[in-house]
């Protein structure tokens, strides 16, 4: 079963704007990952937020997590043509195995140079 | 660091046959992954490995997929016989461990078709 959601399924954007995805998920979580696709790299693990943390930043990434309303949102600043690719959120749900990630559907985004 | 490995990259085979994938994760991991993704959809986790033994493996289909990591290093994923249904790409990943959340990290992946 998905565990997680993330919307919108497709954003087009241009290079400099601001990306903002957000993914919603079922059932209780100790932490969220967020992950990037895209056919030159593969699958990329970008950040991690525990369930006791309401923001995190990395570099020009910015993760939001709201347990109360079970969502996280993943903002990304100045977008760059590079930044082309799937974005997955993925969490393993409360007492499973760390390592047991259920992934969302993505959002594809487009950043046009 | 050498990353995931993982061969064949490609792979078109015939229904009802069978077919083999191989993996090599990051030196030093103990756990390793093995995922399903079909196109337009996110991974879906078959099988996890800690060192030799397995973690959880309740998404794998038993009755034609088999995963073995037999001395705690690489893996191989077998599927026998292959349906319509298996065409998608078959993703590695390994990470440290399974004591606290750790991020993983991915192979290129097995693209497989299923004629």
């Known amino acids: 079963s998905q565990q997680g959601e993330e919307d919108p399924q497709a954003l087009s954007i241009q290079e400099g704007e601001n990306a903002t995805m957000n993914c919603s998920y079922k059932?209780?979580?100790?932490?969220l990952q967020w992950y990037r696709q895209n056919s030159g790299r593969g699958l990329v693990h970008l950040i991690l937020?525990?369930?006791?943390?309401r923001e995190k930043h990395s570099g020009r990434l910015r993760v939001t997590l709201d347990t109360s309303k079970k969502s996280s949102s993943l903002l990304i600043t100045a977008s760059r043509a590079a930044d082309t690719a799937s974005y997955f959120c993925?969490?393993?749900?409360?007492?499973?195995?760390?390592?047991?990630?259920?992934f969302g559907q993505g959002t594809i985004l487009t950043v046009h140079p | 660091e050498a990353g995931v490995a993982q061969s064949p990259r490609y792979k078109i085979i015939e229904k009802r046959q069978s077919v083999a994938f191989w993996c090599n994760p990051i030196?030093?991991?103990?756990?390793l992954y093995w995922y399903q993704q079909i196109l337009g959809q996110g991974p879906k986790l078959l099988i996890q490995?800690?060192?030799?033994?397995?973690?959880?493996d309740s998404q794998l289909p038993k009755d034609r997929f088999s995963a073995e990591r037999l001395k705690g290093v690489d893996s191989t994923l077998k599927i026998q016989p292959a349906k319509l249904e298996d065409s998608a790409v078959y993703l590695c990943?390994?990470?440290?461990?399974?004591?606290?959340?750790?991020?993983?990290?991915f192979g290129p992946g097995t693209r497989l078709t299923v004629t």
């Open positions: 990943a390994s990470s440290l461990g399974t004591g606290g959340p750790y991020e993983q990290y």
């Open positions: 059932t209780s979580i100790n932490n």
């Open positions: 937020i525990r369930s006791n943390e």
């Open positions: 993925a969490t393993p749900p409360l007492g499973t195995s760390y390592g047991k990630l259920t």
């Open positions: 030196s030093g991991h103990a756990t």
């Open positions: 490995f800690q060192n030799n033994g397995v973690v959880d």
